[in-house]
Structures are given as C-alpha cells and as structure tokens.
Nanobody, 119 residues
Framework: QVQLVESGGGLAQPGGSLRLSCTASTDRFAVNAMGWYRQAPGQVREFVAGVTSGGRSKFADSVKGRFDISRDNAKNMAFLQMNNLRPDDTAVYYC?????????????WGQGTQVTVSS
C-alpha cells in the first residue's frame, strides 16, 4: 500500500509562486511515477505534471513554462514548483503515484491541498 501526504498549498497573488510537496510512504517498494492532478470547482480533475524516478517529466500545456516538477528519490518525495500563478490555477491539487512508469496515470492518491490565486 502507498500513502501520499501533500503540503505547501495556500494563497498566492497573481504572478506569485508556491511549491507543493508530496511524500510517499510505502510498505515495500519505492514508487516510480509521481505527479499532480488538480480540480477546480465544477470542473473535472485534470492532469498537471508528472515525473518518473529517472527524471522523465510531462506537463499539461496550460502550465508549461510556468511549473516545474522534481523528485528526491532518496526521500520518496516529489515537488511541484508553481511560478507566475494565474487565477485559473486555483484548484485542489492532488498528488498521485504509481509503481508504473506512465507519467499521467496513478493508482494512489493524496488527500489534496488547496491552492488559491487571488489578489
């Protein structure tokens, strides 16, 4: 089983930055793919970014050039650095993980953390 705990959400002004962290706790093997989806009120959950333990990454078009994703494999953690935030980035962000290497499909989920971008 895999448990995911997110941190780092909060309030940011347009143009500002936030950094999300996700820690994976496993009872056997380290996860391979980790990443984030987000869900705004009244919207479907959408893929944001993903990264494998080898460093291969993928981003949604809406965040390319603004968000970056990284891993600390020794600590089984992933980080989402969000820069130049916009109001339409406001959503609950969910960390996901998988033993597979698919960058945008996950089997395990965190509880979610709220990100609000507003002046």
């Amino acid at each position: 089983q895999v448990q995911l705990v997110e941190s780092g959400g909060g309030l940011a002004q347009p143009g500002g930055s936030l950094r999300l962290s996700c820690t994976a706790s496993t009872d056997r093997f380290a996860v391979n793919a980790m990443g984030w989806y987000r869900q705004a009120p009244g919207q479907v959950r959408e893929f944001v970014a993903g990264v494998t333990s080898g460093g291969r990454s993928k981003f949604a078009d809406s965040v390319k050039g603004r968000f970056d994703i990284s891993r600390d494999n020794a600590k089984n953690m992933a980080f989402l650095q969000m820069n130049n935030l916009r109001p339409d980035d406001t959503a609950v962000y969910y960390c996901g993980a998988s033993y597979d290497y698919t960058l945008d499909k996950y089997d395990f989920w965190g509880q979610g953390t709220q990100v609000t971008v507003s002046s």
